[in-house]
């Protein structure tokens, strides 16, 4: 469930005051548009820990107490006052939540613009890990498999799951500035997806990574097969095999996805 969601159950409840980071200068420990709900005894979301956001708790609650925000905008500055030493200057919006709050959350709150689209190849024990992990992240997801019945019933509300047989036929419906992530149940499809992100990314440029599951023999083999079809050393090189951030040790499939979720988010947006 995402934050807003998360916030709109309560304040069918309650009411809650929405503290949000509206003017950053200098360094602060969130971006502007980082936000925060505080209800009488909840937090939902974070403005970025610390004195600043134990202050602005303290003068949520003071609001709720009083039934109104008193001051719409208020500037912290992160010196020694607050015991932070960022060293910038944040101005915080506080605003009022009630019930007749809650239809416009989703547009207000949980905007995806900007988010990095991520193309999932395969629903095995690795896939879903890695899908747990981007439901708490700023990502979309396009989980695709050519079998039925592979993915759970509820998704987050970032993933969207797709059957696609072939599913290499799914290559061409990923959205514009995806993230591939190809480990699918078997190392035929896997070759046939990378053959169709190869052509995609001769074509369109789009896409800024294409990254297989496995280990560098497996990689070589592939090669091996992808150069017949007509792919130069220049263009089987935006692959990386295997994927994963070295030295995190373990093949659990929890740590896998750590590793492999961890490169994805260091790795540029803008296609190669």
Known sequence: M?????????????PAVLVRVE????SGP??????MAVTASEVVNTIGGGQLEFDAIAKARAALAAGRVMEARQRFALGPSLGQCCGGVVWLGFEWLDARSIAGLAERLGDQ??????????GGHVGRAIVDLLARLPV???WIDSREGVFPETLPDNVHAEQSEPVQGAVPTLAAGSQVLIMSFSHAE??????????????ARDLPSIGLIGSRSKWATFRHRLEPRGFSPAELAHVTCPIGIPGIVGKQPEIVALSVVAQAMQTPTEPR
């Open 2 to 14: 995402r934050p807003w969601q998360t916030l709109a159950l309560k304040l069918a409840r309650e």
């Open 23 to 26: 003017t950053l200068q200098g």
């Open 30 to 35: 969130r971006e502007v548009g980082a936000w």
């Open 113 to 122: 613009s900007g988010w990095r689209p991520i193309a999932l190849f395969g």
């Open 140 to 142: 979309r997801v396009h």
């Open 190 to 203: 896997d070759l046939d997806i990378v053959a169709a992100c190869l052509k995609r990314q001769r074509e």
